[in-house]
Nanobody, 122 residues
């Protein structure tokens, strides 16, 4: 059974930092591109960041570029999202996702976690 479990969310002040982690199990994720998405209240889910299967290529939404960094450890089946200079508009539920292809993408992910809440107070 494929499982993606996010952790690391919480409450942080504007300008602060958080590190999200996603633990994957149930398949060989080292072949999958991984991504982070988020959904704010009353808004559609949006792409945040993606990393290729090898970790050599990353892709970011313009809104987080320069502030967030995605990384992965294929030996541990984990993917992380380092979030710096957080803003109130970063408040959302953050989801980890995996796609059954190795290259980065803003869409077409096959497996999803249940999400972790990030709240940024201004």
């Amino acid at each position: 059974q494929v499982q993606l479990v996010e952790s690391g969310g919480g409450l942080v002040q504007a300008g602060g930092s958080l590190r999200l982690s996603c633990a994957a199990s149930g398949r060989t994720f080292s072949r999958d591109a991984m991504g982070w998405f988020r959904q704010a209240p009353e808004k559609e889910r949006e792409f945040v960041a993606s990393i290729s299967a090898s970790g050599g290529t990353t892709l970011y939404a313009d809104s987080v570029k320069g502030r967030f960094a995605i990384s992965r450890d294929n030996a541990k089946n984990t993917v992380n999202l380092e979030m710096n200079s957080l803003k109130s508009e970063d408040t959302a539920v953050y989801y980890c996702a995996a796609r059954d292809r190795g290259f980065v993408s803003t869409r077409d992910y096959d497996y999803w976690g249940h999400g972790t809440q990030v709240t940024v107070s201004s």
